[in-house]
């Protein structure tokens, strides 16, 4: 065989022994061999139908997942401000009580007074 013969073989996609060589299914599938124009347009609406829910569920997963971090951002917010409003309440109800114990010295006449320093140790030390 001289190298021209060969390179015709070549050419017709056929091999040695003159049998045509079948290319894979791979091959059909990317040069588009295996599906037809008529496979598309017996099928188009099919084809439309599955690529917009397909476009949709994917909208609504987007969707879900923006909510699910706004849920989250919220539920920290809500932790954060209910531990405020028990700071606070602790505060309005240790001054409620002051200003009760204040009431009942002066209503008594005890002569009492809140102290705003704690008080001083003493020791006795002898050096």
């Given at each position: 065989m001289s190298l021209l013969s060969k390179k015709k073989d070549k050419k017709l996609n056929k091999t040695?022994?003159?049998?045509?060589k079948t290319p894979g299914w791979v091959a059909e599938l990317r040069y588009g061999q295996s599906i037809s124009i008529e496979f598309f347009r017996a099928n188009a609406w099919l084809i439309m139908v599955i690529v917009v829910v397909v476009i949709a569920l994917?909208?609504?997963?987007?969707?879900?997942?923006?909510?699910?971090?706004?849920?989250?951002?919220?539920?920290?917010?809500?932790q954060l401000a209910e531990s405020t409003m028990l700071d606070e309440k602790s505060k309005?109800?240790?001054l409620v009580r002051e200003?009760?114990?204040?009431?009942?010295?002066?209503d008594r006449g005890l002569h009492l007074e809140f102290q705003e320093q704690p008080p001083y140790i003493l020791s006795d030390s002898e050096n």
């Open positions: 040695p022994n003159g049998k045509k994917m909208g609504l997963r987007y969707k879900t997942r923006t909510r699910m971090e706004e849920i989250k951002k919220l539920t920290s917010e809500l309005y109800m240790t200003t009760e114990m204040k009431k009942m010295v002066h």
